[in-house]
């Protein structure tokens, strides 16, 4: 059997598609506090309606959401996520942004025995002694996901995907041509405009956690673990474009930012407090500290036609995560009324474990 060929699989710049995939709204109100690159100084509520996810039966591929109920698409939503799955999945750990997605920053599962992402929140902050006066610091604390949640500040579920091609080795996972970021027609010309850093510090991610038999009895499949060999990957729709106002309050801070030119993320990698807030710029001598702040390596446009990962014919549970990274460069103060966005993720696979 002929495998399928490599696309070459993107996320287009807001371009149009017919099929939605995943529906996002985002509503964003603004409260004053103090602008840092390292952060967001506005008040971010972006609250997510809902969002699907379709995956490619053609080539034997469903998804689940609690490892029981398989189909080629799933809805993704308060209700679904906190709720509708306890029925089938009682111990699950998803969580819901229902107060709005708030900036955070990853750079994925620390070890390959971790089956969750190190999230962690940040909070700025001046000192008000005659020393230090007006000297701004950071904050960062460690997020748990060891609960359900519909109140977190990003968006993080586990899926279940059940591969039937009958491969007689592992087939290549891939985001399929249908994954996209844009705006919904709705938006104008001048709200798009300052919703664009948003647009370009939004984050996706992904863990794979284990495999099974395609028999295995749903305890099995929900509580499968690491083993040590967790993989963990995280995707930057828009990693090249910079907006006139991610550059200016760049150049502020002595940072030359070209639009349609990749600058590197340093995330948080461990908890702190009063961390000098330009920890994690770039410079000319590096980042300032590296026990806290980490490059993020992350997949950008010309990398998505590579796969995700590999899954065999069976079962293999994968954990998703949405956020809004807080040490992008273009994660600089949004004044904007809000505007909706439309959001797709389409998994594909191939047939290469016939290959082999």
Same mark, same amino acid.
């Given at each position: 059997?002929e495998? #399928? /060929?490599? /696309?070459?699989h993107?996320?287009? /710049?807001?371009? #149009?598609r017919?099929k939605?995939?995943?529906?996002?709204?985002?509503?964003?109100?603004?409260?004053?506090?103090?602008?840092?690159?390292?952060?967001?100084?506005?008040? @971010?509520?972006?609250?997510?309606?809902?969002?699907?996810?379709?995956?490619?039966?053609?080539?034997?591929?469903?998804?689940? @959401?609690? *490892?029981?109920?398989?189909?080629d698409?799933?809805?993704?939503?308060?209700?679904?996520?906190?709720?509708?799955?306890?029925?089938?999945?009682p111990?699950?750990?998803? $969580?819901?942004?229902?107060?709005?997605?708030?900036?955070?920053?990853?750079? *994925?599962?620390?070890?390959?025995?971790?089956?969750?992402?190190?999230?962690?929140?940040?909070?700025?902050? /001046?000192?008000?002694?005659?020393?230090?006066?007006? #000297?701004?610091?950071?904050?960062?604390?460690?997020?748990?996901?060891? &609960?359900?949640?519909?109140?977190?500040?990003?968006?993080?579920?586990?899926?279940?995907?059940?591969?039937?091609?009958?491969? %007689?080795? &592992?087939?290549?996972?891939? +985001?399929?041509?249908?994954?996209?970021i844009?705006?919904?027609?709705?938006?104008?010309?001048?709200?798009?405009? &300052?919703?664009?850093d948003?647009?370009?510090s939004?984050? +996706?991610?992904?863990? &794979?956690?284990?495999?099974t038999?395609?028999?295995?009895? %749903?305890?099995?499949? $929900?509580?499968?673990?690491?083993?040590?060999?967790?993989?963990?990957?995280?995707?930057?729709?828009?990693s090249?474009?910079?907006?006139?106002?991610?550059?200016?309050?760049a150049?502020?801070?002595?940072?030359? +930012?070209?639009?349609?030119?990749?600058?590197?993320?340093?995330?948080?990698? #461990?908890?702190?407090?009063?961390?000098?807030?330009?920890?994690?710029?770039?410079?000319?001598? *590096?980042?300032?500290?590296?026990?806290?702040?980490?490059? $993020?390596e992350?997949? $950008?446009?010309?990398?998505?036609?590579?796969?995700?990962?590999?899954?065999?014919?069976?079962?293999?549970?994968?954990?998703?995560?949405?956020?809004?990274? *807080?040490?992008?460069?273009?994660?600089?103060?949004?004044?904007?009324e809000?505007?909706?966005?439309?959001?797709?993720?389409? @998994?594909?696979?191939?047939?290469?474990?016939?290959e +082999?």
């Amino acid at each position: 059997m002929e495998p #399928k /060929k490599e /696309k070459k699989h993107l996320f287009p /710049k807001f371009s #149009k598609r017919t099929k939605t995939v995943f529906a996002v709204t985002f509503f964003i109100g603004v409260v004053f506090l103090f602008a840092t690159y390292a952060w967001f100084s506005a008040s @971010l509520n972006v609250k997510i309606k809902f969002f699907n996810i379709k995956v490619s039966t053609d080539t034997g591929l469903f998804i689940s @959401l609690d *490892g029981v109920n398989f189909s080629d698409s799933i809805e993704v939503s308060r209700q679904s996520l906190i709720y509708d799955v306890t029925r089938f999945y009682p111990n699950h750990t998803n $969580q819901w942004s229902n107060n709005g997605l708030w900036s955070v920053s990853t750079n *994925g599962i620390s070890s390959p025995n971790n089956d969750k992402f190190d999230v962690y929140s940040g909070s700025m902050g /001046k000192y008000t002694d005659r020393a230090r006066r007006g #000297k701004r610091f950071v904050n960062t604390a460690l997020l748990s996901e060891d &609960k359900p949640s519909e109140y977190s500040n990003y968006i993080a579920f586990d899926i279940f995907l059940k591969n039937v091609s009958g491969s %007689p080795h &592992k087939d290549n996972l891939y +985001l399929g041509a249908g994954t996209y970021i844009e705006f919904d027609e709705e938006a104008d010309l001048e709200t798009r405009e &300052k919703m664009e850093d948003i647009m370009n510090s939004i984050r +996706l991610g992904f863990v &794979k956690i284990g495999e099974t038999h395609l028999k295995a009895d %749903p305890t099995t499949i $929900q509580n499968l673990k690491c083993n040590n060999e967790c993989f963990s990957l995280i995707y930057e729709p828009n990693s090249l474009k910079h907006n006139e106002e991610s550059i200016e309050a760049a150049s502020e801070l002595g940072i030359t +930012l070209v639009d349609n030119t990749y600058v590197p993320t340093y995330g948080v990698i #461990k908890e702190g407090k009063f961390l000098d807030h330009k920890s994690g710029l770039i410079t000319s001598q *590096g980042i300032y500290d590296t026990e806290h702040f980490a490059l $993020q390596e992350t997949r $950008q446009d010309d990398q998505m036609s590579e796969p995700m990962f590999q899954i065999p014919n069976g079962i293999t549970k994968v954990r998703v995560y949405l956020w809004i990274e *807080g040490q992008d460069i273009d994660a600089l103060e949004v004044h904007s009324e809000g505007a909706p966005l439309n959001l797709s993720l389409d @998994l594909e696979k191939d047939l290469a474990g016939y290959e +082999l």
